[in-house]
């Protein structure tokens, strides 16, 4: 009998050309739809009924995919995730905004419900193996080794780099070996209505949509101070959560004649002041990292070990890898850079890699430079 496979479909080209290349090798396919954001029940859970959500997206995906699966000829179930979704990565993305960081949602959801979840679902109606439209490789080994998509401009480790062998060990990537230009024309070649479909660019699960005005349905922004790296007061924020080391945009300080017209960016953040610093040019060093710290770090393999250890990482999705030497102390790893590094975020991952396997990571703490914390 044919293996059981059950695919994450997500409305979008990459999941439903997964399905198809597994349907054409031999495998017994189905589709699982995940529902994992619930506007009515947060607005429940919050007591705030004025939070006015638009759920028509999440049905408009629900859609696609029902139309890729009748083309396959193929089942498509549908789930509700989203209680544990609000449990396990909503709650943490809402503490860390609060406490001054920039989270990365998507690597939580991951971990907790697209390979943990989901996972036990399939489980209970006797699927053999999941897949999901990630662009990844995996080598079974042994040991098992989470490779980068061969598509680098779309390789998607980064975002798997909280998942462990126990959650890979079952799973199947049908597209880490193409590049995405071909992923489309496989979609168009099948008649997808989702091969022209657009890559989806917001919150895991939650879309893209007014991110200030969504943050601020679930928590109360504070305005306070922008100033200068000089000290000098020049404008008022709309509230620290709202911005990021590095962000140039959403500013609207501009105009001043005392200090010239290079561009401002975001180098400091002060919750006991509530106050945001900001200087001038995209290469102020006040944006320049030699250290961070790492917590919750995990290794995708339990025989890797990161002590003492030279490799390379990525410290944004987009940033291209930096050498570094990685050294475990108390509550993690201690990393340092061969150069210095533009705009490490506390909140962000720090994933590490050995060529092209995936060794884990873990979530910026502290930032250092030259040995000094900086005001992150």
Same mark, same amino acid.
């Given at each position: 009998?044919?293996?059981?496979?059950?695919?994450?479909?997500?409305?979008?080209?990459?999941?439903?050309?997964?399905?198809?290349?597994?349907?054409?090798?031999?495998?017994?396919?189905?589709? %699982?739809?995940?529902?994992?954001?619930?506007?009515?029940? *947060?607005? +429940? $859970? #919050?007591? @705030?009924?004025? =939070?006015?959500? !638009?759920?028509?997206?999440?049905?408009?995906?629900?859609?696609?995919?029902?139309?890729?699966?009748?083309?396959?000829?193929?089942?498509?179930?549908?789930?509700?995730?989203?209680?544990?979704?609000?449990?396990?990565?909503?709650?943490?993305? %809402?503490?860390?905004?609060?406490?001054?960081?920039?989270? *990365?949602? +998507? $690597? #939580?959801? @991951?971990?907790? =419900?697209?390979? !943990?979840?989901?996972?036990?679902?399939?489980?209970?109606?006797?699927?053999?193996?999941?897949?999901?439209?990630?662009?990844?490789?995996?080598?079974?080994?042994?040991?098992?080794?989470?490779?980068?998509?061969?598509?680098?401009?779309?390789?998607?480790?980064?975002?798997?780099?909280?998942?462990?062998?126990?959650?890979?060990?079952?799973?199947?990537?049908? =597209?880490?070996?193409?590049?995405?230009?071909?992923?489309?024309?496989?979609?168009?070649?099948?008649?997808?209505?989702?091969?022209?479909?657009?890559?989806?660019?917001?919150?895991?699960?939650?879309?893209?949509?007014?991110?200030?005005?969504?943050?601020?349905?679930?928590?109360?922004?504070?305005?306070?101070?922008?100033?200068?790296?000089?000290?000098?007061?020049?404008?008022?924020?709309?509230?620290?959560?709202?911005?990021?080391?590095?962000?140039?945009?959403?500013?609207?300080?501009?105009?001043?004649?005392?200090?010239?017209?290079?561009?401002?960016?975001?180098?400091?953040?002060?919750?006991?002041?509530?106050?945001?610093?900001?200087?001038?040019?995209?290469?102020?060093?006040?944006?320049?990292?030699?250290?961070?710290?790492?917590?919750?770090?995990?290794?995708?393999?339990?025989?890797?070990?990161?002590?003492?250890?030279?490799?390379?990482?990525?410290?944004?999705?987009?940033?291209?890898?930096?050498?570094?030497?990685?050294?475990?102390?108390?509550?993690?790893?201690?990393?340092?850079?061969?150069?210095?590094?533009?705009?490490?975020?506390?909140?962000?991952?720090?994933?590490?890699?050995?060529?092209?396997?995936?060794?884990?990571?873990?979530?910026?703490?502290?930032?250092?430079?030259?040995?000094?914390?900086?005001?992150?």
């Amino acid at each position: 009998m044919s293996e059981k496979v059950i695919v994450g479909m997500s409305g979008g080209v990459d999941s439903s050309v997964a399905a198809l290349l597994l349907k054409r090798q031999g495998y017994d396919v189905s589709g %699982l739809f995940m529902r994992n954001w619930d506007s009515s029940a *947060n607005r +429940d $859970i #919050l007591g @705030n009924p004025d =939070i006015g959500e !638009d759920i028509c997206p999440q049905e408009r995906d629900y859609q696609d995919a029902q139309a890729v699966c009748e083309l396959l000829d193929i089942p498509l179930h549908r789930a509700d995730f989203s209680e544990e979704y609000w449990r396990d990565v909503f709650t943490y993305f %809402l503490r860390e905004y609060e406490a001054g960081r920039t989270p *990365n949602p +998507d $690597i #939580l959801c @991951n971990k907790h =419900i697209k390979f !943990d979840v989901f996972i036990k679902h399939a489980s209970r109606y006797g699927y053999d193996r999941i897949a999901m439209g990630h662009y990844a490789r995996l080598d079974q080994g042994p040991p098992l080794r989470l490779l980068r998509g061969l598509d680098e401009e779309k390789d998607q480790t980064y975002f798997l780099s909280q998942l462990d062998h126990g959650q890979l060990k079952d799973v199947l990537f049908p =597209i880490g070996e193409l590049p995405k230009q071909s992923v489309r024309k496989l979609a168009l070649e099948a008649g997808f209505p989702t091969a022209d479909k657009k890559d989806s660019t917001g919150i895991c699960f939650i879309g893209e949509r007014d991110f200030r005005g969504f943050l601020q349905n679930y928590l109360p922004a504070r305005s306070g101070d922008i100033v200068a790296d000089d000290g000098k007061k020049i404008g008022t924020h709309l509230g620290l959560m709202h911005y990021t080391i590095g962000q140039r945009k959403g500013l609207a300080i501009g105009g001043l004649k005392a200090y010239g017209n290079d561009p401002w960016f975001v180098i400091g953040k002060d919750l006991k002041t509530n106050t945001l610093t900001v200087g001038q040019g995209y290469h102020h060093e006040g944006l320049y990292a030699t250290a961070c710290t790492v917590i919750e770090v995990n290794t995708i393999s339990p025989t890797t070990s990161l002590s003492s250890r030279r490799c390379s990482a990525k410290v944004r999705y987009r940033q291209k890898d930096v050498d570094v030497y990685v050294e475990e102390n108390a509550s993690g790893v201690r990393v340092e850079f061969a150069k210095p590094v533009r705009a490490v975020t506390p909140g962000q991952a720090c994933v590490f890699y050995d060529g092209e396997m995936c060794l884990g990571g873990g979530f910026i703490d502290a930032v250092y430079r030259d040995g000094k914390r900086l005001p992150y």
